[in-house]
């Protein structure tokens, strides 16, 4: 069986400088995604044109959006480029530039051509899962989010929160710290019985 051999983090988006670069489709799929998961995320974008949508959704978020073509001064003070025109020789210079200036990038849709994935999230208050299929299959991807979106319950933020505080009261070094969390916390998952 092949193996995923992503790391996954979670990024401050709200911290970096991220460039999207197209103004069609799949620049609003990016650009939602990022904002739906950081409001507060900094992102510029540079398109010779741009969907309405894209427009009215950039504006609503103070969004910097440059009508013109791709070159690289606009990757000047970024740390991510995400490309999703319909030209591939645009995208792959991007990834091209973005590799001699060390920036990180993805390629819509040429997983060779990405240094990440932007897989499924589901997010309920300070709980976030991140889902991966490997560039694969963004589809199992959206239907293993829908399926975690549906089970993770709503007041798991409460449960996240009195375990925070919980933890705080907890005498000890590290290790007898997580010990203890562990002890208090393993009736959260049932385990099926052989």
């Not at 996954?8 to 990016?30: Q, R």
């Not at 990038?105 to 300070?126: E, H, L, Q």
């Not at 549906?150 to 505080?165: A, R």
């Not at 007898?176 to 393993?186: C, H, R």
Request: glycine share 6%; hydrophobic share 40%; proline share 4%.
């Amino acid at each position: 069986m092949e193996r995923n051999e992503l790391y996954p983090v979670f990024l401050k988006v709200s911290n970096l400088h991220i460039l999207i670069v197209g103004g069609g489709n799949v620049a609003l799929e990016k650009l939602t995604f990022l904002l739906k998961s950081s409001p507060n995320a900094q992102v510029e974008m540079v398109s010779p044109m741009f969907r309405e949508e894209t427009i009215n959704l950039a504006n609503k978020f103070n969004i910097k959006m440059n009508v013109a073509p791709y070159n690289a001064s606009y990757l000047k003070g970024k740390h991510m480029a995400i490309a999703t025109t319909d030209i591939v020789a645009v995208n792959e210079q991007v990834y091209h530039d973005c590799r001699e200036k060390q920036i990180l990038v993805n390629v819509a849709d040429n997983p060779p051509f990405c240094d990440f994935y932007m897989g499924g999230i589901v997010t309920k208050g300070n709980v976030k899962v991140a889902i991966s299929t490997n560039g694969q299959s963004p589809t199992t991807a959206k239907r293993l989010r829908q399926f975690f979106e549906d089970v993770i319950p709503e007041n798991i933020d409460d449960l996240v929160k009195n375990l925070n505080e919980y933890r705080k009261t907890i005498k000890g070094d590290f290790e007898e710290k997580v010990e203890t969390l562990n002890e208090f916390t393993k009736g959260l998952v049932n385990k099926k019985k052989d």
